[in-house]
């Protein structure tokens, strides 16, 4: 893809409000652009060009390129320019163990005060993703993914964690957009479900087994990466230190036989 392709793909809906700051809209829609993977790691990202597409000084345009840069997304490379920053599996590890340690922390303190109404509205939640589903409306989906998970934070009356939740989910979207399957979509449903079933009838030690089980899916791309994407990828770590690492588990001194080979080795 070239730049110009590029820049236009992710700017085609763009226009400036005037009464916002334009450095904030332009971080925005080049985040939302990167998340989504309309703008694939290692691609270049013109400052000029933006300049010239949507009429404004490069002022607002270099401070959105540098809080990018900040939170990891963008490469800056004086004399080189700036480039979409490849997706670091060690970061995607880290974050993956930071959203998988809070929202199990949460679903403690939900099942405290858990109710038919708290019922009620997970599987609203729910039934918002199936129509969604039927939709083929993948956006929609993952909208309401957030609202089912989000609704353990606000039984637990910790809405002010779900800020914390929420920016580690969004970095590891982009992740699981680049390497997701359609096919996965469903089984969130029933996994999803089941949660709520096991809450439902007060089984609480269930509910958290299947929130880790439905939490872990996600890490476990990890370990089928397809070569193909290798070029969009940095700090892949071998598999079996990757496995044991993010579930906070230690490693065993003497490795386990042929892990390093067989996914289903470091499994049991």
Not at 66 to 82: A, H, I, N, R
């Amino acid at each position: 893809m070239s730049n110009s392709e590029a820049d236009e793909n992710w700017l085609s809906n763009f226009s400036v409000d005037r009464k916002r700051p334009v450095s904030d809209q332009i971080y925005e829609v080049l985040k939302s652009a990167i998340i989504s993977n309309r703008l694939l790691p290692g691609t270049p990202i013109s400052e000029n060009r933006i300049c010239s597409l949507i009429d404004v000084s490069r002022t607002p345009v270099r401070a959105a390129m540098g809080k990018l840069s900040e939170e990891g997304l963008v490469d800056v490379f004086p004399q080189l320019g700036s480039f979409v920053s490849k997706i670091s599996i060690k970061g995607v590890a880290n974050d993956h163990f930071v959203r998988r340690a809070l929202e199990i922390a949460v679903l403690h303190e939900a099942r405290k005060s858990w109710s038919p109404a708290a019922t009620a509205l997970a599987r609203e939640a729910i039934k918002n993703q199936i129509g969604a589903l039927i939709a083929k409306d993948k956006a929609d989906f993952f909208d309401h993914d957030l609202a089912f998970h989000k609704v353990f934070a606000i039984v637990a009356k910790l809405e002010g964690v779900w800020p914390a939740i929420l920016n580690v989910r969004t970095k590891l979207s982009r992740f699981h957009n680049l390497m997701g399957k359609e096919d996965r979509l469903p089984e969130v449903i029933n996994e999803h479900t089941a949660i709520v079933d096991a809450m439902a009838i007060g089984d609480f030690a269930a509910a958290e087994q299947l929130l880790i089980n439905h939490l872990d899916k996600g890490l476990d791309t990890i370990f089928a990466l397809p070569e193909v994407f290798g070029a969009y990828l940095c700090d892949v770590p071998d598999p079996e230190s990757m496995y044991f690492a993010q579930r906070g588990l230690s490693q065993p001194a003497n490795p386990m036989p042929g892990a390093a080979d067989d996914e289903n080795a470091i499994r049991r």
